[in-house]
């Protein structure tokens, strides 16, 4: 049996003092691919942004481990250092900040992390040109400043491409598929098959099936008033897409 | 008065001797900038040095400059004539260039007949001994018609960081007729020093001067910019990044006449600090009333990396043509904490992520140094 990679326990969580996860219950093993469904506002991204750390979302009880660490514990580095990457629905622009040299920062943050030597330039380079290739990525966005200025689709190109090169073991997709074009969302979506394998886990959050179709659950969630109020396989994200979210908000 | 070099002298008492007027808290082109600690030091005269400070990695034709005094001969440079001041060039109000005139260390006139190859280095240098010197140089710097030149001053110490040594600098430079100056300065005085430099800048028909500046260390600096545009087709670039993390102060003042028509200035000053530092930009661009068709911008940025910090920023215009492009900014904040997040959440450490934003926000004041050895040199300095 493949061992928990995260294990989050009664999490109550809360924005600007108001509750938006209450009595959270997830355990995903590793090899495991879950989705997080849910309708518009129901904290969804929260949810993402508590497993990274970000400050503002406070955790007022709760656990979670993370390859059997006390996750809540760690900064935002140290638990992408651990091996936890998400996805960002809004990528964020950093004007004056190549790609490669932010690529670089973090890959070598990640290696030292690890206990390995840091890439030279040349070695590095020769790494991002090629995984960039590969999802439609040339030289010139490369020297361009951190999606400044990127599309929708090249934003999420980056991401993935911030994903293939940093090998995380968890990646959370936070909405991956908003705002993309089929062709952008493919990409996305092999970029995170790509690396799915028997150690690897992923969480994707997202409000309508879409991208399920590209990156098929084991596990489909309904996330409703803070919590998981169904649990089922793929074909829950299809009945989803028919019905709608009403029964489920209304349940409680 | 002859000066001793055993002796102390308090800088108020050297000013009445000549009758200058130094600056109080209520004189307002100082109002920003406490001189307290630099006008209740008691200082002793400098005396010359053989030390010279290091050099920057880029070749460059170089004069020493240690303890205020040049240090060995002056070297022989294809275009440029060099030689001792007697006397100042122009008159001026300004109280230290008042006093740097009155109690001159040294100074030299550089008049620029060709187009140099490469850069001329002054390498100021100063070697405090535990003691409080003062110094007090001036650069006569001529550009003669068609010539065109690249003039970097670099200011570094040895040794006694804890001595409130003061340097006062002035600058009085005439740009003639299509003549072309860079002029770039690089400020990194002991923590407890203070740096006050003029530079007197007289531009005319189709000349140029572009300029930049960034201040790193002393206790009270002042890098002061006045700039006359005089003729016709005239421009000045005055750019300038400052950054601290201690108490000190940190003042970039600006002042640029348009006297005549199709002139242009431009001025981009941006500045990062903590600590209790204190930051100070004031800038003014005056358009004469004849003065048409100018374009004079300037923008002032900074960030305020702890609540202690502060800024202060006086820009005035003083437009009294019409037809003229006119624009000033400033603004003022934190790093950005989405940018912060997202850095962190790729692994980048959060000291380490602050370091790459600064980097990032001050380096497009050095995007205009044509000079790639120059410009790389400053990248690094602000980096580091």
Known sequence: MSAPILEIEDLCAEVGGKQIIKDFNLTINEGEVHAIMGPNGAGKSTLSYVLCG?????????????????????????????GIFLIMQYPVEIPGVPSTTFLKHAVNAVRQHQGLPELDTMEFLKM??????????????????????????????????????????????????????IDAMKVVADSVNALRDNKRAMLIITHFQRLLNYVEPDYVHIFANGHIVKTGDKHLAVELEQNGYAEYVKEN | MPLLSDKTYLYTELAQEKGVVLPTPKTEAWKYTRLRDLLNTEYQLCPSTDKTGSLPPFEADVIHIGNGWVVGELPRIEGVSLSFITETMEKTQHPFALMNAAYLTQGLKIEISGKLKRPLLLNYFVVPEDKNYFYHFRNQIICHENSSAEIIEQFTYEGAVKSCYFANIVNEIRIEANAKLHHYKYQNEAFK????????????????YESFCLQKGANIARNETEIALNGEGAEAVVNAAYMMNGWATLDTTTNIYHYVPHTKSSQLIKGVIGGTAHGVFQGRIHIAPNAIQTTGTQLHKAILLSDEAEIDVKPELEIFADDVKCSHGAASGELDKEQLFYMRSRGIGEEEAKQILINAYLTDTITQISDERVREWFKILITG
Do not use: W
């Not at chain 2, 007197?200 to 000349?207: L, N, P, R, T």
């Open chain 1, 54 to 82: 970000k400050s503002g979302y406070k955790v007022t009880s709760g656990s979670v481990r993370f390859k059997g660490k006390d996750l809540l514990s760690m900064s935002t580095e140290e638990r992408a250092r651990e």
């Open chain 1, 128 to 181: 991002v040109r090629e995984e960039g290739r590969k999802l439609g990525i040339d030289n010139e966005m490369l020297k361009r400043p951190i999606n400044v200025g990127f599309s929708g689709g090249e934003k999420k190109r980056m991401e993935a491409l911030e994903m293939t090169i940093l090998k995380p073991s968890f990646a959370i997709l936070d909405e991956a598929d908003s705002g993309l074009d």
């Open chain 2, 193 to 208: 020093a203070n740096h006050i430099a003029l530079h007197k800048v007289a531009i005319s028909q189709s000349g140029e």
